[in-house]
């Protein structure tokens, strides 16, 4: 169901033949990750926009396998960079990446992600930021079910 709706929303679409394993790096840093993704993070290889400026991070992106010159969580290294070792800065940084898992990057038009949040009060919603401040993010839905039928209705245009 979800692959028809990513290919109706013009993703490019790579199955796994056999269920792929969730890499234990990524289940140690974010232990309490939704089931919904989980199960879709196993029956992908690659989801890509046509243009191949927006995919999805799925295992071999989390593994270090991905071809992408780009690493699962680029803007968060990224952010770190662009502290200039202010210590404070560096904590707020870190505790927003321990809570937002970027599920899909995009360099359309500028650098953005969407999000899934595991923080308690907003569990599970999708949230969108973009550069400079990655950080300051905005809630575009309240699930990985809800963000995918936004994307068959082509409702994220500006992103992927």
Same mark, same amino acid.
């Given at each position: 169901?979800?692959?028809?709706?990513?290919?109706?929303?013009?993703?490019?679409?790579?199955?796994?033949?056999?269920?792929?394993?969730?890499?234990?790096?990524?289940?140690?840093?974010?232990?309490?990750?939704?089931?919904?993704?989980?199960?879709?993070?196993?029956?992908?290889?690659?989801?890509?926009?046509?243009?191949?400026?927006?995919?999805?991070?799925?295992?071999?992106?989390?593994?270090?396998?991905?071809?992408?010159?780009?690493?699962?969580?680029?803007?968060?290294?990224?952010?770190?960079?662009?502290?200039?070792?202010?210590?404070?800065?560096?904590?707020?940084?870190?505790?927003?990446?321990?809570?937002?898992?970027?599920?899909?990057?995009? $360099?359309?038009?500028?650098?953005?992600? !969407?999000?899934?949040? #595991? %923080? &308690?009060?907003?569990?599970?919603? /999708? *949230?969108?930021?973009?550069?400079?401040?990655?950080?300051?993010?905005?809630? $575009?839905?309240?699930?990985?079910?809800? !963000?995918?039928?936004? #994307? %068959? &209705?082509?409702?994220?245009?500006? /992103? *992927?």
């Amino acid at each position: 169901m979800n692959r028809e709706k990513l290919i109706k929303a013009g993703f490019k679409i790579k199955n796994n033949s056999t269920e792929l394993e969730i890499p234990k790096s990524l289940l140690n840093r974010y232990g309490n990750l939704p089931t919904e993704y989980l199960t879709f993070l196993k029956n992908f290889e690659e989801i890509t926009n046509e243009k191949d400026t927006a995919w999805f991070n799925l295992a071999k992106e989390f593994n270090g396998n991905s071809e992408s010159e780009f690493k699962w969580n680029e803007f968060e290294l990224l952010s770190l960079e662009w502290s200039e070792d202010d210590a404070e800065e560096i904590k707020e940084i870190t505790e927003f990446w321990n809570h937002h898992i970027p599920i899909i990057m995009s $360099v359309k038009d500028e650098y953005q992600f !969407l999000a899934i949040s #595991l %923080e &308690k009060e907003n569990y599970g919603e /999708i *949230v969108h930021g973009r550069e400079p401040e990655f950080e300051n993010v905005r809630k $575009v839905c309240n699930n990985l079910t809800e !963000l995918i039928d936004l #994307l %068959e &209705k082509n409702e994220l245009k500006n /992103i *992927v």
